[in-house]
């Protein structure tokens, strides 16, 4: 019997170093058209490192090109696997989780579709610690079937695991209506069902919302012909949609989007149009759509920048409707502490891509000081303040983004330690500020107000303070907190 296996064995260098030779070769020899000997060097590149996502990325889209997307694999693949599956079963069942993944490779060579041995790895990838890999598995199987009520149970576990709630919703809708009496898909539906959230969702028939979920690193298998065709009268360019012209009853965002495309049609090139009809679908909560209609302009625009940074914003999407059920079911169980690490790992999620985002358009517009602000504002959020400063000092430059800058700014000099430049940008912010602002007021007093009493400049913090609790004295506990700090400053005065 093999020995349980719970997290991966460590990766050393030598053996990370032989995989990336041996991946570097493998997309060489793909490129040529060799895709055996390609799907060999990739077998061993997972092997080498079980936890490297695009590894076997490369290798599921390697091994698809080799069978045209057939969906079925080699002839016969049923009979020729049945060892391999049967070995895979063995593994899991002694909870070698490592020669599951090996042997599920094994059976996936000769048919990359295959959705019980997908299904296997999956359950081997979580118990691995590697959750991401689990769901992608699963997301690949899906794309052969998406009616199978135990996939879509399984995926709908992995992505209510993982924080994607939106996505687990719509699972779970799947496996009711195959299988209206299960106890299961109700009692989970009604746990995740936050009302005014999934308000604003569209799940009913939602068969294709999960194959949408983002992939780490923003790598993916192209999706299939089902998902691709979701709403034949919403695609831009095609036969089709050029013929019908007209949005069908009671169909809005069909009407919104209807004189945009007849301008799209006069002019395909123009990235602009595109953008405004994926805007349409957006505000409809209709993702998907939105993400067709970028990635149709993609080819007739050349890869417009326009097109390919709103595709990288609507890939976050999701995760920040997932944020926002997260916080909702936090309101419920403060104490949950699951509930609290995932919000931490969906914020870090999101801060992340939204960095790279802006850093993008920062990049490709140097002199528009919006995205520097936006980049600096997420650097602070990630810990990294040092570069924060950098960004955010050449966004002050900028009258339309200098009192934010300089709220930021305070903050990021707080974390340093630094409170004699924090209070500095703060006071700044203040006499820049607008005077509609003024929930911002409210907190940059505040802030100002409690870092004096930090620094022991409690005469300076009770005058901050003051001018807080005559605009709202109940705000943040600036009236208890006042009391303290002029206990202690009278304290302090008093004679000896």
């Known amino acids: 019997m093999a020995t349980p296996t719970s997290i991966l064995p460590p990766l050393t260098p030598e053996r990370r170093r032989v995989a990336v030779s041996q991946f570097e070769h ?10 055996d000997y390609g799907i060999r060097l990739l077998l061993s590149c997972c092997k080498l490192d079980p936890g490297n996502l695009i590894y076997r990325q490369t290798l599921r889209r390697t091994e698809k090109a080799k069978y045209k997307n057939n969906l079925r694999g080699a002839m016969l693949a049923w009979l020729t696997t049945w060892p391999a599956k049967a070995r895979a079963k063995t593994a899991l069942q002694t909870r ?3 020669g599951v993944l090996e042997y599920g490779e094994r059976v996936l060579v000769s048919d990359p579709w295959d959705v019980g041995a997908q299904m296997d790895m999956a359950v081997a990838a979580d ?5 991401d890999l689990a769901v992608w598995l699963l997301e690949q199987a ?4 998406q009616a199978s009520a135990a996939l879509n149970r399984a995926l709908a576990r992995l992505y209510e695991k993982r924080g994607n709630f939106m996505q687990a919703i719509a699972l779970w809708n799947l496996v009711r209506k195959a299988k209206p009496a ?5 009692r989970k539906l009604k746990d995740l069902a936050v009302n005014e959230t999934i308000a604003r969702g569209n799940y009913d028939g939602a068969v294709a919302e999960a194959s949408a979920v983002p992939k780490p690193n923003g790598a993916a298998d192209p999706p299939t012909d ?3 065709s979701k709403s034949k009268e919403y695609r831009v360019g095609t036969a089709a949609a050029k013929a019908e012209g007209a949005a069908a009853p009671g169909d809005r965002p069909g009407r919104e989007a209807a004189p945009i495309r007849a301008k799209l049609q006069a002019d395909l090139t123009n990235a602009g149009l595109y953008v405004q009809l994926a805007a349409v679908y957006r505000r409809h909560n209709d993702l998907e759509q939105a993400r ?13 920048f326009e097109l390919t940074t709103e595709l990288a914003d609507l890939e976050i999407e999701p995760f920040r409707q997932n944020m926002a059920v997260a916080e909702e079911r936090f309101k419920d169980k403060p104490d949950d502490e699951e509930l609290r690490k995932l919000r931490i790992r969906l914020r870090k999620e999101i801060n992340t891509r939204e960095l790279e985002l802006h ?8 002199t528009e000081m919006s995205h520097r602000y936006e980049a600096g504002v997420r650097l602070l959020r990630g810990g990294q303040v040092d570069e924060a400063i950098q960004e955010l000092q050449a966004a002050r430059g900028d009258p339309r983004w200098r009192w934010q800058s300089l709220t930021q700014l305070g903050h990021c000099f707080k974390a340093r330690n630094n409170w004699r430049l924090a209070q500095r940008n703060f006071e700044e912010a203040l006499r820049l500020l607008p005077t509609v602002e003024s929930a911002n007021k409210k907190e940059i007093l505040f802030v100002l107000a409690q870092g004096c009493a930090e620094a022991g400049d409690l005469a300076h913090a009770v005058d901050v303070g003051h001018e807080l609790a005559n605009i709202d004295f109940s705000y943040r506990e600036i009236g208890r907190l006042l009391d303290e700090w002029q206990t202690k400053l009278d304290g302090a005065n008093a004679p000896k």
């Open 182 to 186: 299960d106890q299961e898909a109700g």
């Open 359 to 366: 850093r993008r358009k920062a990049e490709r517009f140097p």
């Open 26 to 35: 493998a997309n060489q020899s793909v490129a040529t058209g060799n895709y």
């Open 127 to 131: 118990g691995l610690g590697q959750l």
């Open 292 to 304: 067709a209609v970028l990635q149709e302009g993609l080819g007739p625009t050349g890869n417009a």
């Open 226 to 228: 089902q998902v691709q």
């Open 96 to 98: 070698d989780y490592l």
């Open 142 to 145: 899906r794309q052969k079937t």
